[in-house]
């Protein structure tokens, strides 16, 4: 598979809040062959990378592991010897692409929390400006899942004319409020972190607030699983006997079981400290939160009103992230904006984290929207019966792609 890992300088970019940089730059990877109409840009999701397919990257200080090599490769839902792929990291994340963390070339120090708020109408600018250094005017299609579905849809929004085929995936039009309230919590737990220090931390004698981060990312991981999957994943049983508590615990609580689900979390959370921003979860998570299809217009019908391609919204059973209720409410606003829509309703157990580890339930249905549309091989409105029940990865293996 030809891959081509790069980094482009757009130069001075104004972002949605109005405030500008001198120069921002962009991380991606692209699959396959361009041949000027086979063009497909994947949106990661929150602390995701450019690194969606292909081997994996070792003393890498990006995400090392390909987030969705089960879907996009060589004879795969999303096939790089028939698609040119691209997926770029986005602005105000840390694998890459200019952010919080990145040289400030004005002061020659890290930007830290003087970085100017992003949104997710920002990623999409900057995703269009790429693609017009790679010389890409159009799209056969732009697929992300969760809040890359959210990308997906200001694609759809503020470039109909650009492409033809959207799939949002395990994704809304806007958060609700109960994940508002736990990406707050997220948030607060870093920021009251007292190595944060306003997210100017980035001093060789200052050490980062990991403490805050790990927690939120604890939250994140109980936000992706169902209760169902960590019933069948962890149940009540303890830690095993080597097990070490990462958080300090009082006495008392000495006395108690430490439960293997802690320890899911903690390692997990531990391993994602190591590679992840902590202002970059602050910036992304806002960014994620503030988006609303129908900021501007009268409805989500209305935002989407100028695209008249086909769309593919995919979504789980058992996700409360983004529940398969939102996901209709989607397809539905589609529908009144007269796009060729199907909604493919996937019965699963895993939770939010089903676009990711269920390739057998993604990938067909995908693979036939990109070849055909909706009214080609026949994506339909519905649901998978059977989810293939999977231990789809150790308890101490997550894929941090979200």
Not at 81 to 101: M, Q
Not at 230 to 251: I, K, L, N, S, Y
Not at 278 to 292: K, Q, V
Request: glycine share 8%.
């Amino acid at each position: 598979m030809n891959v081509e890992h790069n980094t482009i300088s757009l130069g001075e970019f104004e972002f949605d809040c109005g405030e500008t940089i001198p120069d921002l730059e962009i991380t991606y990877e692209a699959y396959g062959e361009f041949d000027g109409g086979n063009a497909v840009l994947v949106c990661h999701a929150l602390t995701g990378s450019a690194h969606v397919a292909g081997r994996d990257r070792v003393d890498s200080a990006d995400q090392a592991r390909a987030w969705w090599d089960d879907i996009v490769g060589p004879g795969k839902a999303i096939d790089t010897t028939e698609y040119y792929v691209v997926c770029a990291n986005v602005p105000g994340s840390c694998y890459g692409s200019t952010g919080p963390k990145s040289e400030n070339p004005e002061t020659g120090e890290p930007y830290g929390t003087d970085f100017p708020p992003v949104t997710v109408t920002d990623w999409t600018e900057a995703q269009r400006a790429l693609l017009d250094e790679l010389g890409i005017p159009h799209l056969h299609a732009v697929v992300g899942g969760s809040v890359g579905g959210m990308n997906v849809l200001e694609w759809a929004k503020r470039h109909p004319d650009h492409v033809d085929r959207i799939v949002p995936i395990a994704a809304a039009a806007r958060l609700d409020t109960q994940c508002l309230s736990l990406d707050a919590i997220a948030r607060r737990a870093i920021t009251t972190d007292p190595n944060w220090k306003q997210g100017h931390y980035y001093g060789e004698d200052d050490e980062p607030p990991s403490d805050g981060l790990a927690l939120a990312r604890q939250l994140g991981h109980v936000m992706y699983l169902s209760k169902a999957s960590m019933e069948r994943r962890f149940g009540r049983r303890a830690a095993g006997r080597d097990a070490v508590r990462t958080f300090p615990t009082d006495a008392a609580g000495a006395f108690f079981p430490y439960r293997d689900v802690e320890s899911y979390l903690d390692y997990n959370a531990e391993k994602f400290t190591e590679r992840f921003d902590a202002n970059s979860y602050l910036y992304l998570t806002r960014a994620m939160d503030n988006y609303d299809l129908a900021a501007g217009f009268e409805s989500d019908a209305d935002a989407l009103a100028a695209f008249d391609g086909d769309a593919l919204v995919m979504s789980f059973t058992a996700d409360w992230h983004f529940t398969t209720q939102q996901a209709e409410a989607l397809a539905d606003s589609l529908r009144t904006a007269d796009a060729n829509v199907a909604h493919h309703v996937i019965d699963s157990d895993h939770g939010h984290d089903a676009f990711l580890v269920e390739p057998d339930n993604v990938g067909p249905p995908l693979a036939d929207f990109l070849a055909a549309g909706v009214d080609g091989k026949a994506v339909t409105d519905s649901v998978v019966e059977d989810s293939q029940e999977s231990d789809f990865a150790p308890v101490h293996n997550s894929l941090f792609s979200r």
